[in-house]
């Protein structure tokens, strides 16, 4: 058998819940039921990276990615170098809505990076760019063993053909000298 006073919270509980009326059409009146037109952009194909090659520029600190004499595909650039602060600033030269933010995943060599991103300014059109530290274990994934992949919401699966310009740069920002040359093999 139940208390008494278990009855009365009972019976207390079934008076309280008569006081309130039964949602209404009117309750949802006051919702706006009109939708927003605007929404993401229509998300682009992957590109064909069919001779794309990773490519040094003006600034030493800085890779660019693509097919030579077409538009950048991808950029790394590394920032405050040889510090605790160092840092790589990844780019994918891919439409980006304003004030749109992200994770690109850069994927690769038996590694996953997950890289906060945003529709950031450059040129006069918004890209997708973030700062990731150079301490970052996942830059791993661009070893030269094979090829990488990069993606971010909309902007397709863009494949990078494996390079060791990537991973010396990963390391000339973490401060750490560039690994030596492969000594030549006697001919």
Not at 64 to 69: C, H, Q, S, T
Not at 107 to 130: C, Y
Not at 137 to 143: F, M, P, S, V, Y
Request: net charge positive.
């Amino acid at each position: 058998m139940r208390s008494p006073a278990v009855w009365a919270a009972l019976a207390l509980g079934l008076a309280l819940a008569g006081c309130k009326p039964p949602p209404t059409d009117s309750a949802v009146a006051r919702v706006s039921l009109v939708t927003s037109t605007k929404g993401p952009s229509e998300p682009i194909a992957s590109p064909d990276v069919t001779g794309a090659v990773w490519a040094a520029t003006g600034n030493p600190l800085r890779l660019v990615y693509g097919i030579p004499g077409k538009p950048v595909l991808l950029a790394l650039e590394c920032r405050a170098p040889g510090t605790p602060e160092a840092s790589l600033r990844i780019t994918r030269h891919a439409p980006a809505d304003e004030g749109a933010a992200a994770l690109l995943a850069l994927i690769g060599n038996g590694w996953i990076g997950r890289f906060p991103v945003d529709a950031t300014p450059v040129a006069g059109q918004s890209l997708w760019q973030g700062d990731v530290p150079a301490a970052a274990r996942e830059w791993a994934a661009l070893k030269p063993e094979r090829e990488s992949t990069v993606t971010v919401p909309g902007a397709g699966l863009l494949r990078l053909n494996p390079s060791p310009l990537p991973i010396a740069l990963v390391t000339t920002c973490r401060g750490n000298p560039a690994p030596p040359a492969a000594p030549a093999v006697p001919g």
